[in-house]
């Protein structure tokens, strides 16, 4: 069964940093490229970042560059968002999403909740 | 950069049919992909490519993209189709990025 499961979320203080994890089973992420969505209480889908299928090319919204961090470990089928200097503005559900054929994003995780709060 | 724009909502009778638009200048040149998405779950496509379905999604939805406009079709509106929707492309002109519309909310009435 393809899956991806997201874990990491937590009450973080503002800037704070927090580490989340995608775990993905049924499939190779090696395979894919991998994407990071948010979606702020009471507001839509925002795409935050990707990752190439090596982890070589990445990008970042302009809301988290410099602050947000994707990276990948192939040999154990998982995607990471390292996050620093947060903000109550990234207080959010974070999907992990596998990217197949022409961008489509076809597999989601069911989120985890990040909350930035003092 | 891209912004797509979309109707805050859409309000239908159950049996009718639910247009959703999602518009920017040229995104008929663009591959679109859309997503419902409902309180509590996560997002599931349910059109790419601007009008392909993936497996196990219902032959009601489907999708056109052409000029300025992309737009979601939903046939036969079910009460289960309340959600948010939301319209996708990845933007290649300069750093790749994805960019969603702000979302659709669909009452089924």
């Known amino acids: 069964q393809v899956q991806l499961v997201e874990s990491g979320g937590d009450l973080v203080k503002p800037g704070g940093s927090l580490r989340l994890s995608c775990a993905a089973s049924?499939?190779?992420?090696?395979?894919?490229?991998m994407s990071w969505v948010r979606q702020a209480p009471g507001k839509g889908l925002e795409w935050i970042s990707y990752s190439d299928n090596s982890g070589t090319k990445t990008n970042y919204a302009g809301s988290v560059k410099g602050r947000f961090t994707i990276s990948r470990d192939n040999a154990k089928n998982s995607l990471f968002l390292q996050m620093s200097s947060l903000r109550a503005g990234d207080t959010a559900v974070y999907y992990c999403?596998?990217?197949?054929?022409?961008?489509?994003?076809?597999?989601w995780g069911q989120g985890t909740t990040v909350t930035v709060s003092s | 950069s891209y912004v797509l724009t979309q109707p805050p909502s859409v309000s239908v009778a159950p049996g009718q049919t639910a247009r959703i638009t999602c518009g920017e200048n040229n995104i008929g040149r663009k591959s679109v992909h859309w997503y419902q998405k409902k309180p509590g779950q996560a997002p599931v496509l349910v059109v790419f490519d601007d009008s392909d379905r993936p497996s196990g999604i219902p032959e009601r939805f489907s999708g056109s993209n052409s000029g300025n406009t992309a737009t979601l079709t939903i046939s036969r509106v079910e009460a289960g189709d309340e959600a948010d929707y939301y319209c996708?492309?990845?933007?290649?002109?300069?750093?790749?990025?994805?960019?969603f519309g702000g979302g659709t909310q669909l009452t089924v009435l």
């Open positions: 999403a596998r990217e197949g054929i022409r961008g489509r994003l076809d597999v």
């Open positions: 996708q492309f990845w933007d290649l002109s300069s750093d790749r990025h994805a960019v």
């Open positions: 049924g499939f190779s992420v090696s395979g894919h490229y």
